[in-house]
Every structure is written in C-alpha cells, then in structure tokens.
C-alpha cells in the first residue's frame, strides 16, 4: 500500500505559466483533498471531492481547477500561475471510520515556486 | 465549523507527558474534536479524534471536558521524534469531509 502519492516533489514555474500536480491514492477512498501551505501557516483547503465526477470549493479555489474521472486520481491544475500561488501542496484522502469521523491520509506534498 | 484556540508553543522534557490544550468554547453538539501533527513540512499524520467521552489509542490520549468546550492531547512520554506542530480541529461529520486547519501548537521536546 503506497497511500497517497503526490508528484512533483518541486516545481519552479514562471509567472503565467500552467501545470497540473498529480495525486493518488490506492486505498479506494471516496473522498479527495487539496490544501495548501504558505510558510508558517496552517493549511487551508482548495477543492475537494466526494466521489468520482463530483467536486467542490474550498477555502481558496481561485486560480486553480480541479477534476475526478477515478477514484484513485485527483489532479489539481494551476492556469495562469501567479506568485501568490507559491506554497506547498499536500493533497489527502479519506473514508468513513468508525463513530462517524473521518481521518484523512495525506500524502508528501509538491513544492511549488513561481517566479 | 467551531473555530479552535491553541497555544503558538510548548516545550516539554523528553520522557515526560506533554499536554498540548486546546480552546473550543463555540463547538456544537455534533461535532468532533480531532487532533492531527505535522513533523517538519511532511503532510499531517492522524493522531486521534473524539466527540464527548475521552479516548486512547497507541500514540496519545484525548481529553474532553465534560462541557466540551475545551480539550488535552496528551502525549504520555514524549520523545524527539514528536517534535512537531500540532493541530487541534471541530468539524462536523458528513459536511464532505472538509478540515479546516489553524496554526496549531509548536511543540519542542527537549532532550
């Protein structure tokens, strides 16, 4: 089991630019996450999905697309990269667990910088 | 979702108990308490969750006030290696699953 699995591990964009980050999951988890992580902060969600072909807004959608043809894949695409998109990516999944809660694996995350 | 109040740092001696509090006066009555870490810039690891009662498991112990408007993870003896920053997060179940993570306690073990 390789859980979740984020690549690429760095990145170095310019300014307008795009890209997508890969993530995958092999525990057959209907839920998906991206979040990312500015320096020093906590980490704030940007899309998430609930099964295959359906997704939703986070915290901070803007600037990025998100889509869910499998269960296993949920990649996340940057248009037009911008400064402010630079931080670290950490994408997760997760699945109901007993009493209701819901624990989420998150894989190692992708360092991004646009200059 | 509750909003949640943590310390911005802690020490604590290796070996010892380290009791990491966490504020969260405006929880409702469906939603749980979860506690998660992050060592060194990896992706967060799952430490333990609860709603009312407390609860244990291999890595730490979580207690709830009995008004749950505050909790305590207890890590029983530390060690280097949970030198991290922890998260102490309220959410609902089944509103998608979505986290919403602060900036949690900065927790120093010190040899």
């Known amino acids: 089991n390789a859980g979740v699995t984020q690549t690429p591990k760095f990145r170095i964009l310019k300014i307008g630019q795009s890209m997508t980050l890969q993530c995958t999951q092999d525990?057959?988890?209907?839920?998906m996450y991206w979040y990312r992580q500015d320096p020093g902060m906590g980490l704030k969600l940007i899309y998430y999905?609930?099964?295959?072909?359906?997704?939703d807004k986070g915290e901070v959608p803007n600037g990025y697309n998100v889509s869910r043809s499998t269960t296993e894949d949920f990649p996340l695409r940057l248009e037009l990269a911008a400064p402010s998109q630079t931080s670290v990516y950490f994408c997760?999944?997760?699945?109901?667990?007993?009493?209701?809660?819901?624990?989420?694996?998150f894989g190692p995350g992708t360092r991004l910088t646009v200059t | 979702d509750a909003k949640t109040t943590q310390p911005t740092s802690m020490d604590c001696a290796e070996g010892r108990a380290a009791n990491l509090p966490c504020n969260h006066s405006?929880?409702?009555?469906?939603?749980?308490v979860y506690w998660y870490r992050q060592i060194h810039s990896q992706g967060p690891q799952y430490i333990i969750h609860?709603?009312?009662n407390n609860e244990t498991n291999e890595m730490a112990s979580l207690i709830i006030t009995e008004d749950r408007k505050s909790s305590t993870l207890i890590l029983p003896h530390a060690t280097l290696r949970d030198t991290a920053v922890y998260y102490c997060?309220?959410?609902?179940?089944?509103?998608?699953?979505?986290?919403?993570f602060g900036t949690g306690t900065s927790l120093t073990v010190i040899p």
């Open positions: 997760a999944s997760s699945t109901t667990d007993r009493g209701g809660g819901y624990e989420q694996y």
């Open positions: 525990m057959n988890h209907n839920y």
């Open positions: 999905s609930v099964g295959a072909g359906i997704t």
């Open positions: 405006t929880i409702s009555g469906n939603e749980y």
């Open positions: 609860g709603l009312k």
């Open positions: 997060i309220v959410r609902v179940a089944g509103t998608g699953n979505q986290f919403y």
